[in-house]
């Protein structure tokens, strides 16, 4: 890539980011002057370091290499697969904390230690979550560890600890690669939803049921399209993107999903609607796959579905169960899981729905120190024998986007200081953190959970580093330039997702390893057409050569035809004009759609109108038709 087309890159990147100009968004009121002090954060980040560190190295003395620690026992004990699940769940919060020595260390180990050919039998779900995402997650951020201080710039050919073609190769990838792969038997079913079981060495398991949640079905499109953006393989994001079609296909005619289907059939086993136990996380990954892999058909099924959930759901600020098929309410039930959900309305823009749902969970906690896994909202009690709190993330996630959207307003953040304190005081022992078993009277389970470390802690370790590289918005510019033995690109584009278990993944490098193989394809390419055309015939054919990148091979490799190089010329000055006047009508466009003056016409286009001069992934689709705010896009890296 020449230092000319790239800085070209660079310039159509930045416009295409000029989001408040481009999307005419409204912005939220960040003039809130009760804001939480810098130092005071500090302070609170340090103490979410410290309970990393002691649930960490408790899991290291005392549980490795079984999968979970028990707090109380000080012991070590398998529970989804027995392979090391607490390690890889936090190895990418090694990174985020800045501990090159243990991941290093870490790394190494799982080398050389992790076997995933073994007969045992594992949930496909957790697998995908923890393991697979917990795998990316670290090797994408393996390269902040080895940046020199407020560098833009890495050539990972001279890093000792890099593969040569990361991020598009590495060990901790081929790992996850070997985890997919094993996955795979499980979704051989006649609708291409997987079974929820797994046997890693001989597949599904002789008499596994077909029954399976919603999420075990709609919560693989973000680590699967991950694999496949990496590695050039499409078939994990064409298996993955084959179960979200037909979970889309088997709703029902009231736009609602039940909790439980059978992968074989279709057929609904549980007809319980619901937005938390059982379901969540497929929502959750319409939103964020729609917008990793610029989709926007997942956006519009998840506005569908939100549609029909305010309708027959809603009640009070609270989300009540009901019929898939008759949206009659059945149950006045919230479930700890469903504290996602306000993260992802604020996400797509919803914020003041987001607050009043996270409001009323807070009084929840307020009530017990913590949540209970079922609560009653009718009776303002636990329903019975679901009183436990495992220490779940999911409304401090919730918290920390809306945190991030109100600029860190101190209502919030006094929240999230709750949450610490509670877990710190309730649950901490001399060997970990425990589960609490009855929220009433704070009685502890002997279990600390992987997703403690992996989500909890991160999330609040997050909240209270507000100048954290996972915080980098699209609009600071921050990109990364990235060199390997392939060429050169940006990463660290300020468009990190967070799967359901917490683990970041960087779109700008997915988009990194797209780009390398399309330069090594159409260099081939060229090869094979020089070899076919004389010298005479350059001229007149090169213009008939589709890609850019080919006419800039031909360009530097034959400087004596000037006449190439003037074409060439005249060819960059003809997009800049169309530029220009896509530019004029886009702002046209919004000066007239702020004044209410577009017409049904012009609504039709709309798509058109905003796709002009942005095809950079994660930028081509997104308008405010999807009311997403600007301050929304400019606070939360999620978003292009």
């Not at 800085?7 to 999307?23: E, Q, S, Y």
């Not at 589709?546 to 060819?571: A, G, M, R, V, W």
Request: charged share 25%; net charge negative.
């Amino acid at each position: 890539m020449t230092n000319a087309y790239f800085k070209f890159l660079v310039i159509f990147i930045t416009l295409a980011f000029d989001l408040k100009r481009i999307f005419c968004f409204e912005q939220f009121d960040n003039n809130n002057s009760n804001k939480f002090q810098l130092n005071d954060l500090v302070n609170y980040k340090n103490r979410v370091k410290d309970m990393f560190y002691h649930a960490y190295d408790n899991y290291i003395y005392n549980a490795y290499p079984y999968d979970e620690l028990k707090p109380i026992s000080c012991k070590g004990f398998d529970t989804w697969g027995s392979y090391s699940l607490t390690l890889i769940d936090a190895l990418d919060m090694l990174i985020i904390l800045g501990n090159r020595t243990e991941f290093e260390r870490v790394s190494n180990l799982l080398e050389k230690t992790i076997s995933f050919d073994k007969d045992i039998n594992v949930s496909v779900f957790e697998t995908n979550i923890r393991i697979i995402g917990g795998l990316l997650s670290a090797h994408l951020l393996s390269y902040r560890l080895y940046l020199n201080e407020n560098s833009d710039e890495l050539d990972v050919t001279k890093v000792k600890n890099l593969d040569p073609e990361w991020p598009c190769n590495g060990p901790l990838l081929r790992l996850a690669i070997k985890a997919a792969d094993k996955l795979l038997p499980a979704f051989d079913t006649p609708t291409g939803m997987p079974y929820g079981t797994v046997n890693l060495k001989y597949g599904v398991p002789k008499g596994e049921t077909p029954v399976t949640c919603v999420a075990g079905v709609g919560t693989f499109l973000v680590e699967f399209s991950a694999l496949s953006r990496l590695t050039g393989d499409e078939k994990y994001e064409t298996i993955a993107m084959k179960a979200m079609d037909a979970l889309w296909k088997y709703r029902s005619s009231i736009d609602l999903v039940g909790n439980h289907i059978n992968t074989l059939t279709g057929q609904w086993t549980g007809a319980d609607a619901t937005i938390g136990s059982g379901v969540d996380s497929y929502f959750e990954y319409l939103v964020k796959a729609g917008i990793m892999l610029n989709k926007p058909e997942l956006i519009k099924q998840f506005r569908t579905f939100q549609r029909a959930i305010d309708k027959y759901l809603l009640y009070d600020n609270w989300f009540f169960w009901a019929n898939m098929n008759t949206g009659q309410k059945t149950l006045p039930l919230f479930s700890s899981l469903e504290a996602f959900y306000p993260g992802v309305l604020v996400l797509t823009g919803n914020l003041d729905q987001a607050l009043k749902l996270v409001e009323n969970y807070h009084s929840i906690w307020r009530q017990y120190g913590s949540l209970p896994e079922f609560f009653n909202i009718q009776t303002n009690t636990i329903h019975n024998n679901r009183e436990a709190y495992p220490l779940r993330p999911e409304l401090i996630e919730s918290l920390m986007y809306i945190i991030k959207a109100k600029n860190y307003d101190l209502k919030y953040v006094e929240m999230a200081i709750d949450y610490l304190e509670s877990i710190d005081r309730i649950s901490r022992l001399e060997c970990g953190f425990a589960t609490i078993k009855d929220v009433k009277d704070h009685q502890l389970d002997d279990r600390m959970e992987s997703f403690f470390l992996a989500e909890t802690l991160k999330y609040l370790y997050l909240i209270f580093d507000k100048n954290n590289f996972l915080h980098t918005d699209v609009s600071s510019n921050s990109f990364k330039l990235i060199q390997n033995n392939k060429g050169e690109c940006l990463i660290e584009t300020g468009l990190f997702f967070f799967n359901t278990e917490a683990h970041p993944i960087d779109g700008g490098s997915l988009e990194c390893c797209r780009l390398l193989r399309l330069k090594e394809k159409n260099n081939d390419e060229q090869l094979e057409i020089l070899e076919k055309l004389d010298i005479e015939n350059l001229i007149d054919r090169y213009v008939d050569l589709s890609t850019l990148e080919k006419n800039l091979f031909l360009i530097e490799n034959y400087d004596e035809h000037t006449s190439i190089k003037q074409d060439y010329e005249d060819y960059l000055k003809s997009i800049h004009l169309k530029e220009k006047i896509d530019e004029q009508k886009l702002e046209k466009y919004c000066r007239d759609k702020k004044e209410g003056k577009t017409t049904i016409d012009a609504q039709k286009k709309e798509l058109d109108i905003i796709q002009m001069g942005h095809n950079y992934p994660f930028s081509c689709y997104l308008n405010e038709s999807f009311n997403i705010f600007a301050s929304t896009l400019n606070n939360f890296n999620y978003f292009p």
